[in-house]
């Protein structure tokens, strides 16, 4: 995964975020959403974080 891939462009929020929230302790798609913020522009990255966000957990178990 490239860390610096952007996965909110509203956000501006990167893959690397989206996995340093999960390692923080962040353990579902909402308290990822509470963390980094994502997902509250226009919403077109919601899906696409929603998978992500579970593989991570998933790979970190």
Same mark, same amino acid.
């Given at each position: 995964? $490239?860390?610096?891939?952007?996965? %909110?462009? !509203? $956000?501006? /929020? @990167?893959?690397?975020? /989206?996995? *340093?929230?999960? $390692? &923080?302790?962040? &353990? @579902?798609?909402?308290?990822? +959403?509470?963390? @980094?913020?994502?997902? @509250?522009? %226009?919403? $077109? %990255?919601?899906?696409? /974080?929603? !998978?992500?966000?579970? *593989?991570?957990?998933?790979?970190? +178990?």
């Amino acid at each position: 995964m $490239k860390r610096e891939k952007e996965a %909110c462009h !509203c $956000k501006n /929020i @990167t893959y690397g975020m /989206i996995e *340093d929230a999960v $390692k &923080s302790g962040a &353990s @579902t798609y909402e308290e990822v +959403q509470k963390l @980094t913020g994502f997902g @509250t522009g %226009c919403g $077109k %990255c919601r899906d696409f /974080i929603r !998978c992500l966000v579970r *593989d991570i957990v998933e790979e970190n +178990q």
